[in-house]
């Protein structure tokens, strides 16, 4: 393909220090060759050693004013899809509404004609979860239907933050619940820092519960969490508890313990 002049203009502007120099030569090397990933997890694990020390390749290339038919290319976009589950409707293109409410749920939508649907939490409903492991999210929408759940099935994408926000602003509380390493903290602060003007957010610590010890995290890891704790509440709280642990904490048992400590409560 043709090269993008975007990726061109970083590429000779960014210093060999520069900690985006390596995602942009790895993606355009991957244009040359025709290569395209699986997700941005994908790209992390083919040219990082890591599925999640540059997931957020796709960030920093648009960052960087690289075009997203570029990024379509590379494969490296985040989900489109959003999982929602209890007391919410949808409507149909003639404004019908349909609740969600006795399905078992999340039920996985496409983000990107989602708002079409316009989704909604019913009125009254005080307690919003949002979710990044879906057998978490299911145990939710099980044990707790009064309990609004969105399912953003990893690195949301933006159309995804957006819904999100939105339905958030119809509830009290929004409880936040992501693995507990760098990718779930990334997660965690796209998602708190779409939430302005939410003035109750809970992230939960998986790694507060009981859980099995796992190895440590790599360089990339600690330099990641390392730049989020410096970064303001709640997520560095979040960041430093992770790298006082040491090791990521994500295992689904221990993420499904977790909530269900928080919302039996």
Same mark, same amino acid.
Request: net charge negative.
């Given at each position: 393909?043709?090269?993008?002049?975007? !990726?061109?203009?970083? !590429?000779?502007?960014?210093?060999?220090?520069?900690?985006?120099?390596?995602? !942009?030569?790895?993606?355009?090397?991957?244009?040359?060759?025709?290569?395209?990933?699986?997700?941005?997890?994908?790209?992390?694990?083919?040219?990082?050693?890591?599925?999640?020390?540059?997931?957020?390749?796709?960030?920093?290339?648009?960052?960087?004013?690289?075009?997203?038919?570029? !990024?379509?290319?590379?494969?490296?976009?985040?989900?489109?899809?959003? /999982?929602?589950?209890? $007391?919410?409707?949808?409507?149909?293109?003639?404004?019908?509404?349909?609740?969600?409410?006795?399905?078992?749920?999340?039920?996985?939508?496409?983000?990107?004609?989602?708002?079409?649907?316009?989704?909604?939490?019913?009125?009254?409903?005080?307690?919003?979860?949002?979710?990044?492991?879906?057998?978490?999210?299911?145990?939710?929408?099980?044990?707790?239907?009064?309990?609004?759940?969105?399912?953003?099935?990893?690195?949301?994408?933006?159309?995804?933050?957006?819904?999100?926000?939105?339905?958030?602003?119809?509830?009290?509380?929004?409880?936040?619940?992501?693995?507990? +390493?760098?990718?779930?903290?990334?997660?965690?602060?796209?998602?708190?820092?779409?939430?302005? /003007?939410?003035? +109750?957010?809970?992230?939960?610590?998986? /790694?507060?519960?009981?859980?099995?010890?796992?190895? $440590?995290?790599?360089?990339?890891?600690?330099?990641?969490?390392?730049?989020?704790?410096?970064?303001?509440?709640?997520?560095?709280?979040?960041?430093?508890?992770?790298?006082?642990?040491?090791?990521?904490?994500?295992?689904?048992?221990?993420?499904?313990?977790?909530?269900?400590?928080?919302? /039996?409560?």
């Amino acid at each position: 393909m043709a090269i993008d002049p975007g !990726l061109a203009q970083a !590429l000779t502007s960014n210093p060999s220090a520069n900690a985006r120099l390596a995602v !942009l030569v790895h993606a355009a090397e991957d244009l040359a060759d025709g290569i395209t990933h699986d997700g941005p997890r994908a790209f992390s694990q083919a040219h990082f050693d890591g599925t999640k020390d540059r997931e957020d390749a796709a960030d920093i290339l648009a960052a960087c004013g690289v075009q997203q038919s570029t !990024l379509l290319a590379l494969g490296v976009l985040r989900s489109p899809y959003l /999982g929602l589950g209890g $007391p919410m409707v949808v409507q149909d293109p003639n404004g019908q509404e349909f609740s969600l409410a006795g399905l078992a749920g999340p039920v996985r939508f496409r983000a990107t004609g989602l708002s079409l649907l316009a989704p909604a939490i019913v009125g009254g409903t005080p307690t919003m979860a949002v979710i990044e492991n879906l057998q978490a999210a299911e145990a939710v929408c099980d044990r707790f239907p009064e309990v609004a759940v969105t399912w953003c099935a990893g690195q949301p994408a933006e159309v995804v933050v957006g819904l999100i926000a939105k339905l958030a602003a119809g509830v009290e509380h929004v409880i936040v619940a992501t693995d507990a +390493d760098l990718g779930g903290v990334r997660i965690a602060n796209r998602i708190v820092t779409a939430l302005t /003007g939410q003035p +109750d957010v809970l992230i939960v610590d998986a /790694g507060a519960h009981a859980h099995p010890a796992r190895s $440590p995290f790599g360089r990339a890891s600690i330099d990641g969490l390392t730049a989020l704790a410096e970064g303001p509440d709640p997520i560095a709280r979040f960041a430093g508890a992770c790298l006082d642990r040491g090791y990521p904490v994500e295992q689904e048992a221990t993420i499904r313990a977790a909530l269900n400590a928080i919302l /039996g409560s």
